[in-house]
């Protein structure tokens, strides 16, 4: 079992900078691929990023390429989402996920361990 618990969500103005953050524990965490996913309202959860096990491949929604940036640190087992010129339609919950395989995956299927979620909020 994988417990993950976000944070770092809030209220942002267009074109501000978040940084997610996603603390693992349970399982070994270096031996996951991880993910981020969000959720606006009314709409279906949609892939943001992943990253390999080490850190070293990651790949990203064509909505938030050149904005985002997804890392990990393999000793503090924690996940992070730098969001920069953020946009209203940025605007979801989001949602990091444990994929018990080296490598990342932009399917949500692939995932097996997800955390509670955190708001962000981008004004206009």
């Known amino acids: 079992q994988v417990r993950l618990v976000e944070s770092g969500g809030g209220l942002v103005q267009a074109g501000g900078s978040l940084k997610l953050s996603c603390a693992a524990s349970?399982?070994?965490?270096?031996?996951?691929?991880m993910g981020w996913f969000r959720q606006a309202p009314g709409e279906e959860r949609e892939f943001v990023a992943t990253?390999?096990?080490?850190?070293?491949?990651?790949y990203y929604a064509d909505s938030v390429k050149g904005r985002f940036t997804i890392s990990r640190d393999n000793v503090k087992n924690t996940v992070y989402l730098q969001m920069n010129s953020l946009k209203p339609e940025d605007t979801a919950v989001y949602y990091c996920?444990?994929?018990?395989?080296?490598?990342?995956?932009?399917?949500?299927?692939?995932?097996?361990?997800w955390g509670q979620g955190t708001q962000v909020t981008v004004s206009s």
């Open positions: 996920a444990a994929n018990n395989s080296p490598n990342g995956s932009s399917r949500y299927i692939a995932y097996d361990y």
């Open positions: 349970g399982r070994t965490f270096s031996n996951y691929a």
């Open positions: 990253i390999n096990w080490s850190g070293g491949s990651t």
